[in-house]
């Protein structure tokens, strides 16, 4: 099939009943930084309607660079459209995380040995592993660099024990920044004292509202 290529913008337009196309600075970002639109043309019906890769469209022509393509039948697009955006998918976090243990090994791969251990997701792993906790997004970044906390292990235990896991909101991400938080400027004996009352540490929107319920319930000084 003959790739085609073109800077006249005009001559595409929106295929009837294609979702609707919301601006992704992240893919405008992408394409900057390496240029793979020629690799990846867009499917045009015969009659310039866009069938798949209206963001690749809007991204290019928001960089003014050109349009590469390929025509196929109008009586084609229609069904063609359907099933690109039914099975079509992007990487996800935890495949560029994947790609990373693979291609780069070293800290990467020890996160992954990490939440294998102990059987947890890779977006609790991120507040847990490193030195600093970070978003599970940042493993999309080539180029992001961590290092792994001494207390890790000592910290996922913690986080896994028994009176913890019993609450209902156990899984959820502002406990666990709490938890990290408290563990990082708690003895041991102040860490036993809030497992004891974990009955009573009540649902909290962010984790700086459970740092504050943490230290009442055990009347931590600040």
């Given amino acids: 099939m003959e790739i085609k290529v073109t800077r006249d913008y005009s001559l595409f337009k929106k295929l009837e009943g294609n979702r609707s196309v919301k601006k992704r600075n992240a893919l405008v970002k992408s394409i900057k930084e390496f240029d793979l639109t020629r690799y990846s043309p867009i499917i045009v019906s015969d009659d310039f309607r866009i069938v798949d890769g209206q963001h690749r469209f809007e991204a290019c022509k928001e960089l003014d660079l050109p349009i590469y393509?390929?025509?196929m039948p109008s009586d084609n697009a229609e069904k063609a459209m359907i099933v690109l955006n039914k099975y079509q998918s992007q990487w996800r976090n935890e495949e560029f995380f994947q790609y990373s243990v693979e291609k780069l090994g070293g800290s990467y791969?020890?996160?992954k040995d990490y939440i294998d251990k102990y059987k947890i997701?890779?977006?609790y792993a991120v507040l847990l592993?490193?030195?600093?906790?970070f978003e599970t997004a940042k493993v999309r970044d080539e180029n992001f660099i961590f290092d792994k906390y001494e207390h890790c292990d000592e910290l996922a235990e913690y986080y896994l024990s028994p009176e913890f896991r019993r609450l209902p909101f156990w899984k959820s991400k502002p406990f666990v920044r709490a938890i990290r938080y408290f563990f990082e400027k708690s003895d041991s004996k102040q860490r036993d004292k809030l497992k004891k009352k974990s009955l009573a540490?009540?649902?909290c929107a962010s984790h700086i509202q459970y740092n504050v319920v943490f230290e009442n319930l055990i009347k931590m000084r600040r």
């Fill in 69 to 71: 393509f390929v025509v």
């Fill in 109 to 111: 791969k020890e996160l």
């Fill in 121 to 123: 997701q890779l977006s």
């Fill in 129 to 133: 592993f490193p030195v600093k906790p």
């Fill in 201 to 203: 540490i009540p649902q």
